[in-house]
């Protein structure tokens, strides 16, 4: 394009006749490095950072109008800057003129999108094609760009729900956990949780088929007690289709999420522990991811649900719960006498006390049961009980011998985690079918029994010392794979020794959000988190309190250091939108190089 005069915005860059020669030529104006092109008798002007991994664009190749990095290929249309592969995100391209032989560049024109709208798009491709780096990307422009993280977790639960057949699963459980402490975490590392959630949802959608979906009734007069039954009904017989229809009905029919809540928690303790006590969990931060995102997406969060219902594996089914004590037909008829027991305790009020907890972590079944019972005629609430249960099965974590087999850590995990998910939920019905749960955890812990025999060394912590270094032993159990102990006595020291709890909740969330951390790590997080919050009195942080984040810490070093592949992804990506240099430790892109740590 050639005029008489120049624009206003455009800035001098190259003589026309130097341009024709070289075929390039590369110029900085206000701080950007432009890379301008001679082809086909056009002029074209694009940022020299490569969009992908910030490759200098000044080594690639033009032919038929194609810009190629010379890096990993990606390939842009050189007129408009959009590439080819969605995975590289397309390059700014500038608007040109010559003026008595002289090229001009506009280094600022008027964008085709805002950048929040940018972000999100970019989000929705890395999530339909499973792109860790356009993932990390999208997390770290979002947020930069003021956008609350709400929206794009919002984003991954709608995704995860329509894009995976097999129904919730471990990332958008994962998804929903980092979002539920993002506010307890450092600003970048609030980046970080977004990307490890967000990643996780992508990588369990692919290679998946889409979730079709079963239309609701159009019958909107069915008491609820009616839905239920048909629900319960439908899971009992392992029919995935009648169930959705039932429980999109329900929600069609403006139930409460109280009463929803109770319609999957009922059918998710029909039968014992489902699926190792995932199939509860799911449940619980699906309902927790309404919270987040809005009930207004229930029915299609919720329908994910229930194949996973349907399908789970029952514990009853299973020698453990049979062999030598029958401990599936124990939890029956405790539960046909519930109804007596709520009854007895309507006017009493309980606590739970020392001798509960020696009673859950009982070596004798018959007296596991009965302090149970025992709790509830006492007038013990569903979610009294499940607390006490849950401080249990913490206890469990935080004796855990590490001469046991190393998968046993899942054990306990999964123990305390459910134990965690059905203390959730009783904060938001108080559903009788819930005490089922209870006794479901209560299990559990007694059959991890083994796992603490013999205990590992109880933290002593002295009150008087250091909390900083306290934080830096922690830090330096994190980077050698086995230093449990030491992990846990660090966190029991820090806060003995008057440490800020936030400041170690941001500690043990930096060190799980920048590992390639697996799906039990992010919740045993913010399950502890949970129940440290539940027993954390008034600035004071007692033992029960403390177990919660030393469980965290004993679990978290049991499985650090990893490769930290993902923080390398998350690192390449924050470095490049902050204009910092990715390739090779030089200036070749023309720009100064950035050597903050993000």
């Given at each position: 394009?050639?005029?008489?005069e120049v624009?206003?915005?455009y ?11 070289s075929?390039?030529e ?12 001679h ?23 033009v032919?038929d109008?194609v ?15 959009d ?11 500038y608007p ?17 999108v ?6 999100r798009?970019?989000l ?5 094609q ?7 990307k999208?997390?770290v422009g979002l ?8 929206e ?8 995860g729900?329509?894009y ?6 471990t990332g958008l ?17 609030r ?11 992508a ?14 009734f ?5 008491p ?17 289709d ?9 929600v069609?029919s403006?139930?409460?999420?109280e ?16 699926d ?8 619980n931060?699906?309902?927790e991811?309404?919270d987040?995102?809005?009930w207004e997406?229930a ?28 401990l ?28 509960t907890l ?5 070596d004798?079944?018959?007296e ?12 013990a609430?569903?979610?009294e ?5 849950a401080r249990?099965a913490t ?16 054990t306990?995990?999964?123990?305390f ?16 079918e ?6 479901d ?9 083994f796992?603490?025999?013999?205990p ?7 009150p008087?010392?250091?909390p900083?270094?306290?934080l ?10 086995g230093r449990?102990n ?6 029991a ?5 008057g ?5 170690l ?5 930096a060190?799980?959000v ?5 799906f039990h790590?992010?919740?045993v ?20 309190a ?18 930290r ?5 998350f690192?390449?990506a924050?470095?490049?939108?902050r204009g910092?240099?990715?390739?090779g430790?030089?200036?070749t ?5 950035a050597?903050?740590?993000?």
């Amino acid at each position: 394009m050639s005029q008489t005069e120049v624009p206003d915005g455009y800035h001098e860059a190259v003589e026309l006749s130097t341009l024709t020669e070289s075929g390039r030529e590369l110029v900085q104006i206000d701080g950007t490095a432009v890379v301008l092109f001679h082809h086909e008798g056009e002029v074209r002007a694009v940022n020299n950072r490569c969009p992908h991994m910030g490759f200098p664009l000044t080594e690639g190749s033009v032919e038929d109008g194609v810009l190629t990095c010379e890096w990993h290929h990606a390939r842009f249309e050189l007129s408009c800057g959009d590439t080819f592969d969605p995975w590289a995100d397309d390059v700014d391209a500038y608007p040109t003129t010559v003026v008595d032989g002289t090229v001009y560049v506009d280094p600022s024109p008027q964008r085709d999108v805002p950048p929040a709208t940018h972000w999100r798009e970019r989000l929705g491709d890395g999530l339909e094609q499973n792109l860790d780096l356009v993932v990390a990307k999208a997390s770290v422009g979002l947020i930069d760009v003021g956008v609350d993280p709400t929206e794009a977790v919002r984003e991954g639960v709608t995704f995860g729900t329509q894009y995976r057949q097999g129904g919730w699963s471990t990332g958008l459980t994962i998804l929903v956990a980092l979002a539920n402490v993002q506010g307890e975490l450092a600003p970048t590392d609030r980046k970080r949780a977004l990307f490890q959630g967000l990643r996780s949802v992508a990588d369990d959608c692919a290679d998946q088929p889409p979730k079709f979906e079963q239309e609701e009734f159009t019958a909107r007069d069915v008491p609820f007690e009616r839905l239920l039954s048909w629900f319960r009904e439908n899971v009992e017989v392992r029919d995935p289709d009648g169930a959705e229809r039932v429980l999109r009905t329900a929600v069609a029919s403006d139930c409460t999420p109280e009463q929803l809540t109770r319609m999957l928690t009922t059918a998710a303790t029909d039968h014992r522990y489902l699926d190792r006590g995932h199939t509860f969990d799911f449940v619980n931060k699906a309902t927790e991811a309404l919270d987040l995102i809005g009930w207004e997406h229930a029915d299609d969060v919720l329908a994910s649900l229930v194949r996973g219902l349907a399908t789970a594996d029952r514990a009853e089914e299973r020698s453990s719960w049979r062999q030598p004590v029958d401990l599936a037909g124990r939890c029956r008829e405790s539960f046909d006498r519930l109804d007596d027991l709520v009854a007895a305790g309507a006017d009493e009020s309980w606590t739970a006390d020392e001798a509960t907890l020696a009673g859950l972590l009982s070596d004798d079944p018959d007296e596991v049961f009965e302090t149970l019972e025992t709790a509830i005629e006492g007038g013990a609430t569903p979610a009294e009980l499940a607390g006490a249960v849950a401080r249990a099965a913490t206890r469990r974590i935080v004796l855990f011998g590490t001469g046991n087999e190393f998968s046993d850590w899942d054990t306990v995990l999964h123990t305390f985690t459910y134990a965690n998910a059905v203390h959730r939920a009783t904060q938001r019905t108080d559903a009788r079918e819930l005490y089922r749960g209870v006794f479901d955890a209560a299990v559990n812990v007694y059959l991890d029994r083994f796992l603490t025999t013999p205990p590992a060394p109880e933290p002593d912590p002295d009150p008087d010392g250091d909390p900083e270094a306290c934080l830096d032993e922690l830090r330096e159990a994190f980077e050698t794979r086995g230093r449990v102990n030491a992990a846990g006595s660090a966190a029991a020291q820090f806060l003995a020794a008057g440490g800020d709890p936030a400041e170690l909740k941001q500690t043990l969330g930096a060190a799980v959000v920048q590992e390639d951390t697996g799906f039990h790590t992010f919740q045993v997080l913010e399950a502890g988190f949970r129940q440290f919050d539940h027993h954390y009195d008034d600035g004071t942080v007692g033992p029960v309190a403390r177990d919660a984040l030393v469980a965290v810490a004993r679990y978290a070093a049991a499985h650090f250091p990893t490769r930290r592949e993902r923080e390398q992804t998350f690192s390449i990506a924050a470095r490049l939108l902050r204009g910092e240099t990715v390739h090779g430790g030089d200036d070749t892109d023309g720009a100064d190089t950035a050597t903050a740590d993000d």
